[in-house]
């Protein structure tokens, strides 16, 4: 079926899955397009691979509903076997089979098709993800980021309206990580799948997604683009999942509130206490601050990480120049223009 980039091919409706007492997933919803890449973003515990387990038809739901186009995947009393979806899966650890050549891992996705057709389908997949060489390899002769391409191309050669990754970057070292990330954007972007990636990393999450849905306690607490829920995020739990950031008490008092930088406007905040985010690059030194007392620092390649004391609040700076002795006093500004102030 074509379907153009504002048609949803998956809809995962308020879904809601516990173990006993404990909630692993609590009204759940998110939806996949045609051609996007949205990553599923959370900490460990949060339900975000139960969720990728729910949506692949690896467990049933308690409620709500799971739907590709208009077929129901999964309802109260309804779990559509995962080979009956439509939908490909790639697992962390890509789950080849080692007894199978490449090609034939790939045929594999492919039983109940004749054996020649098997394995010009399986072919074409592979010369896809540029693997069309290693088809008579065996999986331990590859590298971790080519044993991921044969996972996906068997995942791919299926024609799936959608695909699932489980945290597809966990199992390789860290060097390889920005070339296997960047080779496996362009093929699922080629290939015009829509692709839900499950990852604990905020970087993978951000370089990779065209959407994101972030998750905390099993509920999806957020969901947008990148650029929207890096810098306008609606809590300080999305703000951490998205990297380091500074929580400041602030009081909001008829539509303003008291920072450490003067007032900031705050309309849609009640009278009350508060919290003003504030990323570590969003601080710097300059005359006119607020004056602060540098307890640490230390060097991060790109930038130094400086932790000062300013009254009894303890913030981080990210510094592209030289940093600050500790015991120093220093003069700490704010870029209020990319602050965010939330409710508690």
């Known amino acids: 079926m074509n379907r153009t980039p ?13 173990y006993g007492a404990r909630q692993a997933v609590a009204e759940a919803s998110l939806t996949l397009r045609a051609g996007e890449i949205t990553a599923l973003l959370g900490a460990s515990g949060s339900g975000k691979s139960t969720l990728l387990r729910l949506i ?9 509903e799971i739907r590709l186009g208009e077929t129901l995947l999964s309802g ?6 995962p080979e009956q979806r439509g939908i490909g899966l790639v697992f962390q650890d890509y789950a080849l089979f080692p007894h199978l050549s490449v090609l ?4 594999f996705g492919l039983k109940g098709l004749p054996r020649g057709e098997q394995r010009s389908r399986a072919g074409a ?15 331990h002769w590859l590298s ?14 299926r024609e799936p309206e959608a695909l699932l990754l489980d945290e597809p970057f966990s199992g390789l070292d860290a060097h390889l990580k920005a070339g296997v990330r960047r080779d496996l954007t362009q093929t699922l972007r080629a290939a015009g799948t829509a692709t839900l990636i499950v990852t604990h990393d905020a970087g993978e999450a951000l370089m990779m997604a065209d959407q994101l849905v972030l998750m905390e306690a099993g509920r999806v607490i957020q969901s947008g683009t990148p650029v929207d829920c890096y810098r306008d995020p609606v809590s300080v739990a999305a703000a951490r999942l998205l990297g380091e950031v500074n929580v400041i008490p602030v009081t909001v008092e008829g539509g303003a509130a008291r920072t450490p930088w003067g007032p900031r406007v705050a309309t849609t905040l009640e009278d009350g206490p508060a919290k003003l985010l504030l990323r570590p ?5 300059a005359g006119g601050g607020i004056p602060a007392r540098v307890i640490g620092r230390g060097f991060a390649g790109a930038y130094s990480q400086v932790e000062v004391l300013l009254g009894e609040q303890v913030l981080q700076l990210h510094l592209s120049g030289p940093a600050p002795s500790v015991g120093e006093m ?15």
């Open 56 to 64: 692949a038809g690896l467990e049933p739901v308690d409620s709500g």
């Open 330 to 344: 220093v003069s700490v500004r704010a870029d209020m223009d990319r602050a965010r102030l939330v409710a508690l």
């Open 6 to 18: 504002e048609t949803p091919v998956l809809s995962v409706q308020s879904v809601s899955r516990a």
């Open 125 to 139: 997949a592979l010369g896809r993800v540029e693997l069309g060489e290693r088809a008579s390899a065996w999986p």
């Open 104 to 107: 034939d891992n790939v045929c």
């Open 144 to 157: 971790g980021g080519e044993q991921q391409r044969v996972a996906l191309a068997r995942a791919l050669v």
């Open 281 to 285: 690059h969003d601080l710097g030194l």
């Open 76 to 81: 109260t009393g309804r779990t559509l076997a």
